[in-house]
T-cell receptor, first 115, second 113 residues
Framework: NAGVMQNPRHLVRRRGQEARLRCSPM?????VYWYRQLPEEGLKFMVY????????ESGMPKERFSAEFPKEGPSILRIQQVVRGDSAAYFC?????????????FGDGTRLSIL | DQQVKQNSPSLSVQEGRISILNCDYT??????FLWYKKYPAEGPTFLIS?????DKNEDGRFTVFLNKSAKHLSLHIVPSQPGDSAVYFC????????????FGTGTSLTVIP
């Protein structure tokens, strides 16, 4: 889906475990965004990153959630000590630059299920 | 605080007819608007966008209309095809507050053959 790769596609964790979701942006894109979609809801912005920098994390829960986009490798969304309410679809999007009107291109998401 | 709203969760249209999907927003600072289409188990796919300096943008069967005074956006699909059956999300952004997009809750379109 537009070249943004997310893995795993499905992830099952027990309460209290850690979840790591990975996202490789489209080739040539340096901006990565994470969104969460709860059942019956729209996409909610979580965090916006550029290489080695968090630009906007206003949508991230204050505890247990963190994100990074290292110089090498994919962006990682990390959820520690998962709870049932973390069950959702997590989508990553990327865009080439901030300038001008650029759509974000999405991956196919990671569906996280908490037992 | 839902800044972008899609008040119709679902819509059914006969094949060949026009589909009209609506979207309302509350933030008058939004200056870039987009529509995404989403199939089950896939990510949203960018469909069409419009800048706030325009009131219409057309791409093939898809046309987006923007009414800034009413803070209203609509997507017209004509003629509708069964393959158009999907969930459609509208999204909006203010360019001066970074690149965060605000999404509506989606409208599920079913095109009946």
């Amino acid at each position: 889906n537009a070249g943004v790769m997310q893995n795993p596609r499905h992830l099952v964790r027990r309460r209290g475990q850690e979840a790591r979701l990975r996202c490789s942006p489209m080739k040539g894109h340096s901006h990565v965004y994470w969104y969460r979609q709860l059942p019956e809801e729209g996409l909610k912005f979580m965090v916006y990153l550029q290489k080695e920098n968090i630009i906007d994390e206003s949508g991230m829960p204050k505890e247990r959630f963190s994100a990074e986009f290292p110089k090498e490798g994919p962006s990682i969304l990390r959820i520690q000590q998962v709870v049932r309410g973390d069950s959702a679809a997590y989508f990553c999007a990327s865009s080439p630059s901030l300038g001008g009107n650029q759509p974000q291109h999405f991956g196919d998401g990671t569906r996280l299920s908490i037992l | 605080d839902q800044q972008v709203k899609q008040n119709s969760p679902s819509l059914s249209v006969q094949e060949g007819r026009i589909s009209i999907l609506n979207c309302d927003y509350t933030n008058s600072m939004f200056d870039y608007f987009l529509w995404y289409k989403k199939y089950p188990a896939e990510g949203p796919t960018f469909l069409i966008s419009i800048s706030s300096i325009k009131d219409k943008n057309e791409d093939g069967r898809f046309t987006v209309f923007l009414n800034k005074s009413a803070k209203h956006l609509s997507l017209h699909i004509v003629p509708s095809q069964p393959g158009d059956s999907a969930v459609y999300f509208c999204a909006a952004r203010t360019s001066n507050t970074g690149n965060q997009f605000y999404f509506g809750t989606g409208t599920s379109l079913t095109v009946i053959p």
